[in-house]
């Protein structure tokens, strides 16, 4: 896909990875639409996105007037997922609160505004629309005392994969990114429990960058691997 003069919406626009993706699209040409969790981190995204707009992905009323702002602006080309939260501890441990707001985040909340937003994708009718969410490598392996998080992520993925089917005869390719430890400072604002010892992750640049590229040459599926 050509980003030149395409509408996409970035979710968790202020973000390490967010922030880097809408810098990439913008300098492709593309029109961004970004959207950060409150006012204060709104200040950080890129001044020449197109609109900055307020989602608690936490929230569902905050999902339900962000979907509604962006229905009543017209059709978009693609929707970018970059906003999430971590948290550490094993089944026993985790609170069920924490278990609930990890779930909301990474995944009720992304795939409810996707869900609100999918009859404004231009698709097939422009060549193609996409949808491109960041679950990561814990949405394909498991690893120990990352129970909740994990479990957001796998739920995340596995509607990806319907989604993908539902919605592949409008023209809409929807890309999984798992990209591995990345060093966004993510881990370091857990939600619950402290991150174990891990080595040195990716740069944000070379994550953004492949994520991209992955949108531009339509891929579906981008494993750890791939990275």
């Known amino acids: ?10 979710v968790g626009a202020s973000g390490a990875l967010g ?16 959207t950060a969790s409150s006012m204060a981190s709104a200040e950080r ?31 978009y080309d693609g929707i970018v997922i970059a906003a999430g939260l971590v948290g550490f ?17 990474n995944y009720l909340g992304p795939a409810n505004f996707i869900s609100q937003l999918t009859g404004n994708l231009r698709g097939a009718a422009v060549g193609g629309s996409f949808v491109a969410v960041i679950t990561g ?18 739920a995340m993925r596995g509607w990806l994969e319907t989604f993908r089917l539902e919605t592949k005869s409008k023209g809409i390719t929807v890309i999984e990114a798992r990209p591995g430890h990345t060093e966004t400072g993510l881990a370091g604002r857990a939600i619950l429990g402290t991150a174990p010892a ?29 990275f």
């Open 19 to 34: 922030g880097l993706i809408v810098d990439a699209l913008l300098e492709r040409g593309a029109e961004v639409w970004a």
């Open 1 to 10: 896909m050509d980003l030149n003069a395409k509408r996409i919406i970035v």
């Open 198 to 226: 891990m080595p040195t992750g990716m740069a944000p640049a070379h994550v953004a960058n492949r994520i991209v590229a992955a949108i531009e040459a339509g891929e579906t599926t981008v494993g750890d691997d791939q």
């Open 45 to 75: 995204i890129n001044p020449r996105v197109k609109q900055r707009v307020l989602l608690d992905l936490a929230n569902q009323t905050s999902v339900d007037a962000a979907g509604a702002y962006f229905k009543q602006n017209g059709e």
């Open 137 to 154: 490598v814990v949405a394909a392996k498991v690893f120990p005392g990352m129970s909740a998080y994990t479990a957001s992520k796998w």
């Open 89 to 105: 501890g094993t089944a026993a441990e985790t609170p069920i609160e924490a278990a609930e707001r990890l779930a909301r985040v």
